[in-house]
């Protein structure tokens, strides 16, 4: 019995370990999925195989029966509600949902383990379970109201957040030196109640352009509850899961700050360089306007075209048109490539999802990195609602708040054209200087009308 269950588990572990290798690449994302579906469900089918051989009762067994359709059920109507510009906000809620069951198994263990009998490592292992699981849990719901601007409410101190996290420190060491002061139990919930309180006050002051890298650490964060939940039960598959979940936390964290030139501790602190007037000028900035008919001519008669996705692109759900116009210069013997910035859209991957939605095979795809230096070699470089990534003060303007950040060097192309609703700034809040570019031209209106006329006109041609 214990060798099957065992088997089990290695099997679910090797599975893990596939699903994330395969989610790496985004031709394999869809079978990594799946593969890490079937493992859990493995290592959840053994689980419970070996609670009911030791008598956990036809009640019990109904009841966990009952709770897995149930969260089925949840995983797949929330996942169907949100849109694929809403991934951020779908992941926040699921990671919220990981933390709560966290927080609630180290609660619950605490009630049920006689703390005589424990060690003072195994209690520090859960409650700092519970601790954990805690704050990922309300800073995984700020994340969400944040992302899906429900939350108007902003703090910008760090103080009540630092008293806080005095106060679960202090309860802590009172129980350690005095523990007979108060139960064990308590103290879990009362750590526990603080935690919750500290997850709200530490994420409220973080902004909302760096909500993704707050996600990701609260991912790291639930992985390393769901590892220590692992050391409490005692659970090899558990604790792997924790720590694959954790350690992606952390390598996504470090790469979107990079990718944004952010330091963490400026993420998390809520501080930002500020924003000059000299800075903030995009309304009055003079640039150059282009038509649906002549872009349609500049595309159709060059011979290496660059499609630069952004966020933009995503809310209005135009991936599909721009494909049909790849299509068609792809036809007439044009060259068509995708490049993307790592945080394009709201998280690393966003975009590499949005285009897989319209079918477009991934050897068109192409990191900045694989492409800067040779982006002179483009004729026409089409950008569908990307901002600050394209921002050539990011290189050049030492005062611009996105000074460093890496870009995509649009403006090394010989001609650019810009689809924008209107000369909004980017997340950012910086002018675009590429608009200032005798080489690049605006075409106003919503992405996906304004590929449309480009596609009718492309059709005439």
């Not at 005798?438 to 006329?453: E, P, R």
Request: glycine share 8%.
């Amino acid at each position: 019995m214990t060798l099957l269950i065992n088997a089990s588990y290695l099997l679910s572990a090797v599975g893990f370990i596939l699903g994330l290798k395969f989610m790496a690449k985004p031709t394999k994302a869809k079978l990594g999925n799946m593969v890490s579906a079937i493992a859990m469900g493995i290592a959840i089918t053994a689980t419970i195989y070996w609670h009911s051989t030791s008598g956990i009762g036809y009640t019990n067994g109904l009841l966990v029966f009952l709770l897995l359709i149930s969260g089925s059920i949840i995983g797949k109507l929330l996942s169907g509600k949100f849109a694929i510009t809403q991934m951020p906000e779908l992941i926040s809620l699921f990671n919220a949902f990981g933390g709560l069951c966290a927080m609630i198994i180290g609660v619950n263990e605490a009630f049920l383990k006689d703390a005589n009998q424990l060690y003072i490592m195994d209690k520090s292992i859960l409650l700092l379970g519970v601790v954990l699981g805690a704050a990922s849990f309300t800073g995984s719901i700020i994340a969400y109201f944040k992302l899906s601007n429900k939350l108007k409410w902003q703090i910008k101190s760090r103080l009540y957040s630092i008293l806080t996290l005095v106060l679960i420190v202090v309860m802590s060491l009172l129980h350690y030196f005095y523990p007979n002061a108060f139960s064990f139990n308590h103290l879990a919930l009362a750590l526990g109640a603080s935690a919750l309180l500290y997850g709200i006050l530490f994420s409220v002051p973080i902004g909302g352009a760096d909500m993704p890298v707050l996600i990701s650490l609260l991912n790291a964060v639930t992985g390393l509850a769901t590892a220590l939940s692992g050391i409490v039960f005692e659970s090899t598959i558990m604790l792997l899961g924790g720590i694959l979940v954790g350690s992606t936390g952390v390598l996504l964290t470090i790469q979107m700050c990079k990718a944004m030139n952010r330091s963490l501790k400026t993420v998390l602190i809520g501080t930002t360089k500020s924003i000059g007037l000299d800075n903030d000028n995009s309304e009055t900035q003079e640039v150059q306007t282009t038509s649906a008919a002549e872009t349609a001519t500049l595309l159709a008669f060059s011979k290496k075209v660059a499609i630069i996705p952004g966020f933009g692109m995503a809310v209005a759900q135009a991936q599909k048109e721009c494909f049909e116009i790849h299509q068609r210069l792809e036809s007439s013997g044009t060259d068509v490539n995708y490049i993307i910035h790592p945080v394009a859209g709201r998280m690393p991957g966003h975009m590499n999802v949005l285009l897989a939605e319209a079918n477009i095979d991934y050897k068109y795809i192409l990191d900045m990195d694989e492409v800067n230096h040779k982006m002179h070699d483009y004729d026409a470089v089409m950008i569908i609602g990307a901002n600050d990534v394209v921002n050539p003060a990011a290189e050049e303007d030492e005062q611009s708040v996105i000074y460093g950040m890496p870009i995509i060097k649009a403006h090394n192309s010989k001609q650019v054209v810009v689809l924008k609703r209107s000369m909004a700034s980017g997340y950012s809040g910086a002018t675009n200087t590429l608009f200032d570019r005798n080489n690049c031209k605006l075409l106003f209106g919503d992405a996906k009308n304004s590929l449309l006329q480009v596609l009718d006109e492309l059709k005439k041609i």
